[in-house]
C-alpha cells in the first residue's frame, strides 16, 4: 500500500454509509470536470507501452472545515457503468464508478488513527462525533 491517494468530498449520509461499511461503491457523473480529473486512474497506453495507474486509496472527507472528518479506504477499481439507486445513482445513468475495500485509517483532518486490532474502526468512529 502506498500513499498514492485521490481526494473527494462525500455528503455526511454517503459518508457515515461506507465509513459504516453499507456502501461499498461511491460514484461521480461523467462529464467533463470529472475527466480531467480522473483520466490518469485509467491504463495509458504510450508508446505501445501500458501504465497501470498507481493511485491504491480514496481519502474521503466530510466537510471543508479544517477539522473535518476523513478516512482512507482502499480503491479496488474503477469503472465506467450504473451504479446502485440505494446508494445514489440514478437509474440507467452511466458513472465512474469507485469499487471501495477496507479502511484504513481514519480521524480528522491533519489527524488520522492506523485501524488495527488494538484500534478498531469503531472506536475510532465514535471519537469522530458524528
Known sequence: MTDNTIHLNLKRKWFEMILNGE???????????WDKRFWHLFPQVIKGETYLPIVDTITFSNGYAKDRPQFVIELLGLEKSTGKQEWGAEKGIEYYVFQLGKIIKAGRQGFHFRVTEEIPLELIVNTLNL
Do not use: D, T
Open 23 to 33: 456502501k461499498k461503491q461511491e460514484y461521480r457523473e461523467i462529464k467533463p470536470f
